[in-house]
């Protein structure tokens, strides 16, 4: 098997990529058509409700939306007729205001793709802010310590719609620095933009840190320390190798600025895509709501298109000739501080909840309506007058096993479809274009308003990060010249999957998967807020953050307790990946090496290898 064989035969053809795009996009298009019959509601009377919530329609008002709209046709009838009518550009008429579809749709999607762009500058900035650190130690030679997780977990852990509201109270209202409301000019797009940048920045910043001393421990950045090379080359090369690998997480984060922003956008008054999606999903109004999607699909296959291209273009001709040097991480000693900071996260959070269990989640006092934290009430009261600690306390358990569940089921899924590049190919940059609250609202007409359905509807869309990840990964280990080596010596499948694949995809994975588990937490709250998945009086801590939102301006300590929570959650949750759950992939590939060399494997491995090694990217 030839170097340019190997490093290409695992990469899907355009053609099959392209009919993976074209299969997802028509099925995600016919489920949208679908949601009014899915919902077991007439049509007509969701639309009537729409245009006038007091009028009490007659049978005959029913029948004549009916024919009006051709709801009497079928779903497909309606979903090839507004298909045909898309080269001509026409979108059709909205149910509800019976004005046309496309302006509507091209003005926010305008306004969204202009949000989009200001978060994503905030997301580069806040991401090269969480790994100057490491970068500068690095190619200096310096970096003998693992960076500490603890400002990264926070940052992600930071509810969006919670930082878009104190954003707009503190800097619009209070200091009155920009807008607070409404979409007139650049100035209001600076408060959402770092609302929505900051903990997407946090997250793409933390796996990008995580990844740079791998980067710097490659021969090719010992040889040139040695040899006098200026340690700002020493970086931006370090950075071209290891953001190739962390840039497929863009997708899902562009397009979720773009589609998933609708509290963002809602708080802020700005006249979005996302908003415009979900409103005409609750009116069940198809045509703008089909728009919109079809719009958020065009928007991921191009997204991807870009990054997939840009990220070649990074690896250059390595990993065309598979020739690509793998990334094998040193052994840091962690900072005493760090350890010291995680004892104290999980004293804190076991303290919390232990005293939470001990109280009474349900009990309302009209008369104990948001007072401040005090002896009786260590974190406050709500609007009903629950006490807040008791209901941090009780929804714990339920919080953390959901969110966890979810999270395994996510990870599974993307680890299976990003290892089959052939079938998942094109699938996952549709699936990323789907916001969570779509997804909701798609498994609750079936399944009606309940937990599981929201578990269910973030696991359909959670999924498509690892898949991008694990593709990406998967293609730069099939292009490593230890990979060849194994293949020219006969290695089979299984013993490339246990010794090189999982070593190489398991643990940065696995630590994106821990690093968004407070994200899937709100996305649930998210949709139990829309009256989607969990109900009151439920005490889910995302629930808690959702309902307590609108009074975080007169009582801030409603919102801050559950805020911590996630935050501890986080906290614990990376430093356990780094001290135990998760293992460096060298020291996974150290013990594989050990088992390779009882087999008379590891002397012809290194021979061939260090052949390769010297094709570096860089």
Same mark, same amino acid.
Do not use: C, E, K
């Given at each position: 098997m030839s170097i340019m064989s190997a490093g290409t035969e695992a990469r899907p053809s355009r053609w099959r990529a392209g009919l993976g795009r074209l299969a997802a996009g028509t099925a995600l298009l016919t489920a949208v058509a679908l949601l009014p019959w899915l919902s077991g509601n007439d049509p007509a009377l969701t639309v009537?409700?729409?245009?006038?919530?007091?009028?009490?329609?007659?049978? @005959?008002?029913?029948? &004549?939306? #009916?024919?009006?709209l051709g709801l009497d046709e079928g779903t497909f009838t309606h979903l090839v007729h507004w298909l045909g009518g898309l080269p001509q550009g026409d979108a059709g008429i909205s149910w509800v205001s019976g004005e046309a579809v496309l302006p509507q749709v091209t003005s926010a999607f305008a306004v969204s793709v202009?949000?989009?762009l200001g978060a994503l500058v905030v997301t580069i900035a806040v991401a090269a802010l969480v790994s100057a650190h490491t970068l500068y130690l690095g190619s200096r030679r310096r970096l003998h310590r693992a960076t500490g997780t603890i400002g990264v977990a926070v940052l992600a852990a930071l509810p969006k719609f919670l930082l878009a509201s104190l954003l707009a109270t503190v800097c619009g209202v209070w200091l009155g620095w920009f807008p607070s409301s409404g979409w007139e000019g650049p100035a209001s797009m600076v408060l959402p933009a770092l609302a929505l940048g900051v903990p997407s920045g946090a997250m793409i910043g933390g796996l990008l840190d995580q990844s740079l001393p791998a980067a710097f421990n490659e021969p090719w950045a010992r040889t040139w320390h040695a040899y006098g090379f200026a340690p700002n080359q020493v970086a931006r090369h370090a950075l071209r190798r290891t953001v190739a690998g962390v840039l497929p997480q863009l997708l899902p984060t562009v397009v979720g600025l773009v589609g998933g922003a609708v509290a963002v956008e809602k708080i802020f008054n700005i006249p979005g895509l996302g908003r415009l999606a979900l409103d005409a999903a609750i009116a069940q109004d198809l045509p703008p709501l089909q728009t919109a999607t079809?719009?958020?699909?065009?928007?991921? =296959?191009?997204? +991807?298109l870009l990054i997939q291209a840009l990220r070649r273009a990074l690896l250059g001709p390595a990993l065309r000739d598979g020739a690509l040097p793998?990334? *094998? &991480?040193?052994?840091?000693?962690?900072?005493?501080?760090?350890?010291w900071a995680t004892v104290a996260c999980a004293l804190a959070l076991l303290t919390l909840v232990t005293a939470g269990l001990l109280r009474d989640p349900l009990h309302v006092d009209t008369a104990a309506r948001l007072l401040p934290p005090s002896a009786a009430h260590p974190l406050g009261t709500d609007a009903l007058g629950r006490d807040l600690l008791a209901r941090l306390g009780h929804g714990a358990l339920r919080t953390v096993g959901v969110a966890l569940a979810v999270t395994a089921v996510c990870t599974l899924t993307g680890l299976l479809l990003g290892m089959a590049a052939q079938v998942g190919a094109g699938l996952t940059e549709v699936v990323s274009t789907m916001p969570a609250v779509l997804a909701g609202m798609l498994t609750t007409a079936v399944t009606g308003p309940s937990a599981s359905g929201a578990a269910l509807a973030v696991c359909l869309v959670g999924w498509t990060p690892y898949a991008t990840q694990a593709a990406a990964l998967l293609e730069q280990e099939r292009a490593s010249g230890h990979m060849?080596?194994?293949?020219?010596? +006969? @290695? +089979?499948?299984?013993?490339?999957? #246990? *010794? *090189?694949?999982?070593?190489?995809?398991?643990?940065?994975?696995?630590?994106?998967?821990?690093?968004?588990?407070?994200?899937?937490?709100? =996305?649930?709250?998210?949709l139990g807020f829309l009256g989607l998945g969990e109900q009151p009086p439920t005490a889910e801590w995302g629930r808690l953050l959702s309902e307590n939102q609108p009074y975080a301006e007169l009582a801030p300590w409603t919102v801050l307790g559950p805020a911590c929570a996630l935050v501890l959650l986080s906290v614990l949750a990376l430093s356990g990946t780094d001290a135990a759950a998760v293992r460096s992939?060298?020291?996974? #590939? +150290?013990r594989m090496s050990r088992r390779s060399h009882r087999r008379g494997v590891q002397g012809k491995d290194k021979v061939i290898a260090g052949r390769t090694e010297p094709r570096s990217v860089v």
């Open positions: 009537l409700r729409a245009r006038s919530a007091d009028q009490d329609p007659t049978p @005959a008002q029913l029948a &004549a939306v #009916r024919q009006r202009t949000l989009m079809l719009a958020l699909i065009l928007l991921g =296959v191009v997204a +991807g793998t990334l *094998h &991480a040193p052994a840091l000693r962690r900072g005493r501080s760090t350890r060849l080596a194994s293949l020219s010596f +006969g @290695a +089979g499948r299984g013993y490339l999957l #246990r *010794h *090189h694949l999982l070593p190489a995809v398991l643990p940065p994975v696995l630590r994106n998967a821990l690093l968004r588990l407070p994200t899937t937490v709100l =996305v649930l709250a998210s992939p060298a020291s996974v #590939r +150290g």
